[in-house]
């Protein structure tokens, strides 16, 4: 039996039940989760629910989930799910480090994620951290607020131009490349990028408006594949971080690397915190007051390293890469759309184009399923 004051339940007469951990913006995910059939029991309150609340959710029954990435999706509820007869979970997010792929594998559950929808939102995020930081914006905002401005001065809140340096992307995936495009397009930064795969579409878009700007006369940007980390702190201006969150990636950017850095480099985060070692970045902003970050992510969300908060050249926000209508929208819908899916008997979308799932009348195939092949279910021909 269900708190009624932490869950809701709609359409009880369904025959599947999917259960939701958290409201989820708009109101077509919900009925993509009725019109499958399902009774969908959604988790209204806004503190984060543990795994044993989740567990006594999911109780002798469930067909599917979709859950958050504040919560830890590992063998305990996947054992849970697959008792209730599940089949499916979908994390309303694209990045699922919180989730174990292969205790979901090993119970048989499929996993979805929500990739596509957030690309240019989260990118843009990271664009805004980049001059709020540079420009610092937000020490000036208070600066206004607090009745301080008393005129025009010629050395008020110097910042940095970014115009015609050189930006540092890690991870050249969807968001690391979307980002790098704004800068290199906006601002006609040189693009130095590290990843362990080449990005060659990426690196051919940047040649094509090299080649444009010479034709208008301008300098022409560049762009290159470091072949280390460690290259592309030394070079740039402004280093912004992308790479999936693995054991592999934590505290990735160290006390040694932040070392590395030009003293009056920007370091954007808005993938996941523990890619830094905060309490190092702390110090380092500390000792170099021209040096500054830009976060949208924390290594210990939602706390802070002590002494973060007071640092002037840190400009912080709270998780908010995804965070506009239409892209938390089309998260919900493809989250509802993977659990519809996979209860349906749907095959596995491998294509990169996403957004045919936000149609009306979208392919009948579950829209990203991370174990799908593992799980055995088929790829969509169509
Ligand atoms: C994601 O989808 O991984 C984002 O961090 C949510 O904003």
Known sequence: MLNDEKWKAYNRE?????VVTRQLPGERWLKILTEAGCR?????????????EITAAIGDHCDGAIGQLTEVWGDRLFSALERAGGKVYSNYAVGYNNVDVDAA??????????PGVLTETTAEMAVALTFAAARRVVEADTYVRQGKFTGWLPSLFLGELLHGKTVGVI???RIGAAYARMMVEGHKMNLIYYDLCRNSALEEYMAAYADFLVSRGECPVTCRQAGSLDEVLEAADLVSLHPV????????????RLGLMKKSAILINASRGPMIDEAALV????????????LDVFENEPELKPGLSAL??????????????WTREGMAVLAARNVAGILMGYPAWKRSDI????????PQAAPSIVNAEEIGIPEYVG
């Open 171 to 173: 991870g050249a995936g």
């Open 283 to 294: 110090r380092h902003c500390r000792k170099n007051p021209a040096f500054r970050a830009g």
């Open 105 to 114: 594998t090993r119970h048989g559950i499929s996993v979805g994620n929500t």
């Open 312 to 325: 002037t050249n840190v400009v912080l926000a709270p998780h908010l890469g995804s965070a506009t209508g």
């Open 14 to 18: 369904g025959d599947r039940r999917v």
């Open 40 to 52: 969908v029991d959604v988790r209204t309150s806004q503190d984060n629910p543990g795994t044993e």
């Open 245 to 256: 969150l693995d054991p592999s990636t934590h505290h990735l950017i160290d006390a040694r």
């Open 355 to 362: 957004l045919p799932f936000l149609d009306d009348v979208p």
